[in-house]
């Protein structure tokens, strides 16, 4: 059997002695704890020197690995001068932290989506997790360092690789000699301040990363508040550290050494075992065969759910705009200068060149694999007409400002709103420029469409629905040859056996038909460029064009009850175009309803709805899809049904049917078919009739007017008792006879 010692200079209460089998051996492992006591750690290593197969040297302090050499620390190269006396091997295990460290933040960023893509992270002592710091910073670059505030006492973050590498090759050199350290930490002021900014930054942030050595020293300003929701990079923690950190709040521990053993040992544990396993010292084991135990080995980083369950938020951003100069009035800081005239018409261009700004936080967003998202609505101030007065590079420009801000936030992708998506190449520039993923969205706002359109047909009931079988009902696209417009049109091919396709590029016409007949041969399909002929056939209506104000469709001329579904944005139809027409029902499609207890500011829908093109960037947060996936005027029908897919596993559903006015009720879109069925000639069944949404309370009424209309039967035919009964003055008896004297 191998007998492995660690000879600690922690505390020797949490010294330990176990058996256990590794590498196909048995050990024996036993722990020492001197209480920081040197000398004491060097009579031990005499004493069981040839005793044991290897030493571990635990609770030192390892050598940066940045900055000039003589900056090792003094225990480190006592203890290494202590080592070339004995004849037993000894270790810190320095050797196996450097590889399975770096190794393990690939793993993490590897099995988990993309971890650690963009985060925004804290790292308490660069100078003690350089190499660490340094492999993270291939997925984000916001990372802040706080040496010199923890080191020397200077309200200062280090905000970059280079600043920190600058900072321990020249500055750190310096201030290590400078008097300047003990007067800032013992100076009230200053000492409050670093406490204040660094308990800030720990808010700020949302991972921290805590070197193991003096773990409780680094955080002792942290509490609740700092700590909460967070996640925290360490190693070796045992599980008075877990207690500590679950207390405050933190959601997740990654603790870096490798689990191998049922107990938490330090890695100078674990390279003194594979030491006495191999038979020859550290310096001889290279980085490949650290690499090839971990792999055979299967080890993996810890990762500890101090709160007991699993969590995890991926971070999202979204762009929006104003979409006309009534949401400027909706605004408190510039409202009441729209009052003032001709004013709002100067204010809508000056916006247009405004940089970009966050207008709301959006926060609790939980999937039912309890995947959770968190993002930001970054605005840009232009409105369609001011992006269409300037050239595509005019928005692209803001977009990309947008995309920067999203990424100092910590967005892990970003979706292009309304009609920053249609601007240009629909968002192709844009994702080639930015520095984090874009998405335009229009794959779910196809998908979104037809959802909805085909919820509002079945609640209309005018077009009979048989399972399995094509609809009989005429259906028409305009736009058809845009990028959602072709999605629709394969999608309503795959429901409708009539289907009407409008655009105005008659060659893209012809190719998209031939395109849907080869994979629906049985679909009829009559293409136009002008929807006024067959507007008055048609049962279901998308229209796609975002014509920016331009009249697309005359709502006149439409059949009674036909479903209109207005995919565009901004939307082709106005409040007063849809107010013509009570007997079509209009909605505003594309809204989905989100997982969990959102909370957002009003985007101008009901709370915790959000339109298509946002729940895809969201859809894709939650499953960890940080990548390019919905970008040009070319959707691929393969993403839609996919984001389709995704959008169920997450716990997207359709919301409820949206118009001009908000949502539309049951009764709302009775009161529509109604009004068509009046249209049209027509008169509700007496079985559609009892089925109403509100049948109960109209059957209620009735009884009530008729019990009312006998009440007043009864009244008329029953004898008046007597006149003041009738409510009428008594007749005098002299009076009587007068009137008869006379009329004889």
């Given at each position: ?690 089925s109403r949404p509100d049948a109960g309370l109209r059957a209620a009424a009735a009884v009530k007017e008729r019990k009312k209309a006998d009440v007043k039967t009864k009244a008329v035919k029953k004898p008046a008792a007597s006149s003041k009964a009738s409510g009428k003055p008594k007749a005098n ?12």
């Amino acid at each position: 059997m191998k007998r492995v010692i660690c000879i600690s200079l922690g505390s020797s209460k949490y010294d330990y002695e176990f058996n256990t089998e590794f590498l196909g051996q048995d050990f024996h492992v036993k722990r020492i704890g001197t209480d920081g006591d040197l000398r004491k750690a060097e009579a031990l290593l005499v004493k069981w020197d040839r005793a044991a197969d290897a030493f571990g040297i635990g609770s030192v302090k390892f050598p940066y690995t940045i900055g000039p050499k003589r900056l090792t620390e003094e225990r480190t190269r006592q203890i290494e001068n202590i080592s070339k006396r004995i004849k037993t091997p000894v270790t810190t295990g320095a050797n196996l932290r450097k590889v399975t460290f770096e190794w393990s933040i690939h793993h993490i960023q590897y099995n988990l989506n993309g971890f650690f893509t963009n985060a925004r992270i804290l790292v308490l002592s660069g100078m003690a997790n350089y190499n660490l710091a340094k492999i993270i910073s291939e997925y984000t670059d916001n990372i802040t360092f706080a040496d010199p505030i923890l080191e020397h006492g200077i309200p200062k973050f280090l905000n970059s690789i280079k600043e920190l590498e600058l900072y321990a090759n020249g500055v750190h050199e310096v201030l290590k000699y400078a008097p300047g350290k003990r007067l800032a930490t013992s100076t009230m002021p200053i000492k409050t301040w670093n406490e204040y900014i660094l308990r800030k930054a720990m808010q700020k942030n949302t991972m921290i990363m805590v070197p193991y050595h003096e773990f409780d020293e680094y955080l002792k300003v942290a509490g609740l508040e700092e700590l909460g929701k967070k996640i925290v990079i360490t190693s070796t923690v045992y599980d008075a550290r877990v207690d500590f950190l679950r207390k405050r709040g933190v959601d997740m521990i990654i603790d870096n050494t490798p689990r191998i053993l049922e107990r938490v040992v330090g890695v100078n544990v674990l390279e003194a075992m594979i030491i006495a396993a191999l038979g020859k010292p550290s310096a001889k084991i290279t980085d490949d065969e650290f690499m090839e135990i971990i792999s055979d080995q299967h080890l993996e980083p810890k990762i500890i759910y101090p709160q007991g369950e699993p969590r995890r938020i991926n971070r999202f951003a979204f762009v929006i705009h104003p979409l006309s100069q009534n949401d400027f009035k909706k605004e408190k800081a510039v409202g009441m200068f729209t009052k003032i005239p001709g004013f709002v018409d100067t204010l809508e261009k000056v916006m247009a060149y405004s940089p970009p700004f966050i207008y709301s936080k959006i926060t609790g967003v939980k999937s039912p694999t309890g995947m959770e998202a968190e993002g930001w609505l970054i605005s840009v101030g232009g409105t369609p007409k001011q992006m269409l007065a300037h050239s595509p590079e005019f928005t692209y420009k803001r977009l990309l400002q947008a995309a920067r801000m999203a990424k100092r936030l910590g967005a892990q992708i970003m979706g292009l709103g309304a009609f920053t998506k249609v601007v240009g190449d629909a968002g192709v520039t844009v994702s080639r420029q930015a520095e984090i993923p874009i998405t335009t969205g229009n794959s779910y706002s196809a998908s979104g469409a037809l959802w909805a359109a085909a919820d509002a047909v079945r609640r209309m009931g005018l077009i009979k629905v048989e399972k399995g079988k094509l609809l009989d009902a005429k259906a028409m696209v305009m736009g058809a040859t845009g990028s959602i417009g072709a999605v629709c049109s394969r999608l309503l091919a795959l429901v409708v056996n009539d289907l009407y396709l409008v655009g105005r590029q008659t060659a893209k016409l012809l190719a998209l038909k031939k395109s849907i007949q080869d994979e629906h041969p049985g679909c009829k399909i009559t293409l136009s460029t002008y929807a006024d002929r067959y507007l008055k056939d048609m049962d279901i209506i998308v229209t796609t064009t975002s014509g920016a104000g331009k009249k697309i469709l005359d709502i006149t001329k439409v059949k009674p009850g036909c479903v209109i579904t207005d995919v565009a944005r901004p939307l082709d139809l106005s409040p007063e175009d849809v107010a013509k027409r009570p007997d079509v029902l209009v909605i505003e499609s594309g809204e989905i309803e989100l997982p969990g207890k959102v909370k957002m500011k009003n985007i101008g829908l009901p709370q915790g709805v959000a339109y298509a093109c946002l729940a895809e960037t969201i859809v894709l947060a939650l499953e960890g899809r940080f990548e390019v996936f919905t970008v040009g005027r070319d959707i691929e029908w393969e993403k839609v049904k996919e984001i389709y897919r995704l959008g169920l596993k997450h716990g997207m559903k359709l919301a409820a049917i949206s118009g001009h006015k908000g949502v539309y009720t049951d009764e709302d879109i009775q009161r529509v078919k109604e009004l068509a069925l009046e249209a049209r000639g027509e008169k509700i069944s007496k079985k559609e009739e009892k089925s109403r949404p509100d049948a109960g309370l109209r059957a209620a009424a009735a009884v009530k007017e008729r019990k009312k209309a006998d009440v007043k039967t009864k009244a008329v035919k029953k004898p008046a008792a007597s006149s003041k009964a009738s409510g009428k003055p008594k007749a005098n008896f002299k009076d009587k006879k007068a009137r008869a004297s006379k009329e004889h």
